[in-house]
């Protein structure tokens, strides 16, 4: 069982919008604004998509947008296209003895 | 730009120890102002953090794993390496190393190719 809970799928038509919930405890997400998203396709190692809640890394896309409200933290993806289609993890820091905690993984299909 | 690439044995008998080490071009661990850390992913399961060490060779681990886990650097080298002891087949995953950001913990912005390892007698 993960520390953060995520939605085991998602999916979504080319050209929709779809968000990817991220649910932690005060302990983690709710205490600390550092959150980051990682896309995973399959056999290649994550990339992260999105850091400290909101933030993108250079070279990841502006339809990929982070938010976070008390214990959640949200991924959208806006504008589908068909290379989207992965896995996503959501990962937060968990203060000085749990350090660092992943989400189970959500598999978005682009239908 | 930084590479990370993982080797070690890709097969492990149970009960004995996992060694695994990653090589890191493209920048110095020395420089500072990151995390070095291991990741695992259990076949067709989620992330786990192992855990990270700091280039002054401070650690820090999973809990749920701790008693088994260690982790060095060798900043001669520019590599780092994950040791698991009393390894199990629930042990058996793809092993990542990755780049954490020392501010943010839960930031990790490179990544090894990853390598299985397979516990199995």
């Known amino acids: 069982q993960s520390a953060l809970t995520q939605p085991a799928s998602v999916s979504g038509s080319p050209g929709q919008s779809i968000t990817i919930s991220c649910t932690g405890t005060s302990s983690d997400v709710g205490s600390y604004n550092l959150v980051s998203w990682y896309q995973q396709h399959p056999g290649k190692a994550p990339k992260l998509m999105i850091y400290e809640v909101s933030k993108r890394p250079s070279g990841v896309s502006n339809r990929f947008s982070g938010s976070k409200s008390g214990n959640t933290a949200s991924l959208t993806i806006s504008g589908l296209q068909a290379e989207d289609e992965a896995d996503y993890y959501c990962c937060s820091y968990a203060g000085s003895s749990t350090y660092v905690v992943f989400g189970g993984g959500t598999k978005l299909t682009v239908l | 730009q930084v590479q990370l690439q993982e080797s070690g044995p890709g097969l492990v008998k149970p009960s004995q120890t996992l060694s695994l080490t990653c090589t890191v071009s493209?920048?110095?661990?020395?420089?500072?102002?990151?995390?070095w850390s291991w990741i695992r992913q259990h076949p067709g399961k989620g992330l786990e953090w192992i855990g990270y060490?700091?280039?002054?060779?401070?650690?820090y681990y999973n809990p749920s794993l701790k008693s088994r886990v260690t982790i060095s650097v060798d900043t001669s080298k520019n590599q780092f390496s994950l040791k698991l002891s009393s390894v199990t087949a629930a042990d058996t995953a793809v092993y990542y190393c990755a780049r954490g950001d020392y501010y943010d913990s839960s930031q990790f912005d490179y990544w090894g190719q990853g390598t299985l390892v397979t516990v199995s007698s």
């Open positions: 060490i700091y280039y002054s060779g401070s650690t």
């Open positions: 493209g920048g110095s661990i020395s420089s500072g102002g990151y995390y």
